[in-house]
C-alpha cells in the first residue's frame, strides 16, 4: 500500500501529462486513416475497411494474432487437458429443471449460430468478420452446454475434430500467403480476383483469410470451454441417478 | 471536455492497476488485467475518432465521406482476441495453482515450492 498509493499518483501524472500532448479528441490528424478510407474500397472492393485494414493492409499482423490466440489454446490445453476426466464427464448428464428456460434458451442458441454465421459470412461486407463471428458463434454453442444436457454439448466439443479444425484455420491463413509467395508475389498478396464490391463474391484473398480466422476463433473459443468445463465444472456436477 | 475520452482511458488503466496490485485472489486478479486491458481499446478508438466520422463501412455511405479511423479499430479488434487468449491461460494456470498449492491467494501461492 505503502508503494501502491504514490506510484498509481506518478503513473497517472505521466499518463495526464502524455495525454496533453495529444490531439484534442475528435481532432484526427493521422494521414493512413484518411488514406485508408479512400484507397481500400477502389482497391479490394471490400465495403468493410476495418476488415480489409485486417486481412490485406495488416495481414501479417493479424496472423501474428492468430498464432497468439493459437500458442493460448495449445497451453490451456496442456495444462488442462485429462483424457480420462474427458470420459467419465460423457457419463454425467444434467437437466435444466425449468421448460421456458430451455426452450429460450435453444432458441436463443439457434439464433446465436445463425448471427455468428452471418456476421462471419458478410465480415468483409457490413459490420462483423471471422473474429466477432467466431465468438458469438462458440458463445451459442457454449449456451447448449447450459440449456442442454452435457450429452447434447459433447458432438460439439469432440477434440478429434475440433485440433485438425483450428489447425486448418490457422495454417490456412499462412497457405494463403504461402499462395501468394509461390505465384512470384510477396507473402499475402491478394491474389484471386477481386470480384464485385458489396458482394460476398469481392475482395479476393479477404474472403478466405477471413474464413480461416473464423474457423480458427470459433474451434479456439469451443477448445477453451470444454476444457474449462472439463476440469471445473463437470467434477462439481451430481451424478444424474436417472440415466 | 475534448479530452474526456483520454482521461476515462487512464482512470481504467490506474484502477485496473489498483485492482492487480491489492488482489487476493487470482480470479479476481484476471479480471482485473482484463479491466486494465480494456482501458486500451477506450484509447485506441478515441485516438482515431474524427469529428462527424462515421463508421469506415461504406456500403451505403459514399466514398468519400468523413470516417474515423479503420486501423486502430483493427488494432482494437486484435486487443479484444489477445485480452480473450490470455486470459483464458491465466485461468488454466489459476486452476494449476489452484490444484497445486490448495489457494487461489497469490501471496500464499509465494509459500509452495516445486
Known amino acids: ?243 | 471536455m475534448s479530452y474526456l475520452p483520454y482521461a476515462v482511458a487512464g482512470w481504467i488503466f490506474l484502477v485496473g492497476i489498483a485492482g492487480i496490485a491489492t488482489s487476493k485472489n487470482l480470479i479476481h486478479l484476471a479480471v482485473c488485467l482484463t479491466v486494465t486491458q480494456s482501458s486500451s481499446y477506450v484509447l485506441l478508438l478515441s485516438v482515431g475518432y474524427v469529428k462527424h466520422g462515421v463508421a469506415p463501412i461504406f456500403l451505403g455511405t459514399k466514398l468519400g465521406t468523413t470516417a474515423v479511423d479503420p486501423v486502430v479499430q483493427a488494432l482494437t479488434l486484435t486487443d479484444v482476441v489477445v485480452s480473450v487468449a490470455v486470459i483464458g491461460l491465466i485461468l488454466a494456470l489459476a486452476l494449476d495453482a489452484h490444484r497445486l498449492s490448495g489457494t487461489v491467494d497469490p501471496d500464499g501461492i509465494a509459500d509452495v515450492s516445486g
Not at chain 1, 112 to 136: D, E, K
Open chain 1, 1 to 243: 500500500m505503502m508503494v501502491l498509493g504514490p506510484g498509481l499518483l506518478g503513473l497517472g501524472s505521466l499518463f495526464a501529462w502524455a495525454m496533453a500532448g495529444l490531439p484534442a479528441f475528435g481532432d484526427y490528424h493521422g494521414p493512413y486513416g484518411f488514406v485508408l478510407n479512400r484507397v481500400v474500397v477502389p482497391l479490394r472492393h471490400t465495403t468493410n475497411v476495418v476488415m480489409g485494414t485486417t486481412f490485406d493492409v495488416r495481414g501479417v499482423d493479424t496472423m501474428g494474432e492468430e498464432f497468439i490466440l493459437y500458442a493460448a489454446v495449445v497451453g490451456v490445453t496442456l495444462l488442462l487437458r485429462d483424457e480420462t476426466r474427458s470420459k467419465q464427464a460423457e457419463r454425467r448428464t444434467r437437466r435444466l429443471p425449468n421448460d421456458t428456460a430451455r426452450l429460450v434458451g435453444i432458441a436463443m442458441v439457434g439464433g446465436g449460430l445463425l448471427v455468428g454465421l452471418w456476421l462471419m459470412a458478410f465480415g468483409y461486407i457490413t459490420p462483423g468478420g471471422g473474429f466477432q463471428g467466431g465468438v458469438l458463434a462458440a458463445g451459442a454453442i457454449l449456451l447448449l452446454y447450459v440449456v442442454g444436457s452435457h450429452r447434447d454439448y459433447r458432438p460439439f466439443r469432440d477434440v478429434h475434430a475440433l485440433d485438425p479444425l483450428e489447425s486448418l484455420g490457422s495454417g490456412g491463413y499462412v497457405i494463403v500467403g504461402l499462395a501468394a509467395l509461390a505465384s512470384g508475389t510477396a507473402f499475402l498478396t491478394n491474389l484471386f480476383g477481386l470480384g464485385t464490391t458489396g458482394t460476398l463474391l469481392s475482395g479476393g484473398s479477404i474472403a478466405i483469410l477471413n474464413w480461416a480466422s473464423a474457423i480458427a476463433v470459433t474451434c479456439a473459443m469451443v477448445l477453451l470451454f470444454a476444457e474449462f468445463l472439463e476440469t471445473y465444472v463437470v467434477p462439481l456436477e451430481p451424478e444424474d441417478s436417472g440415466s
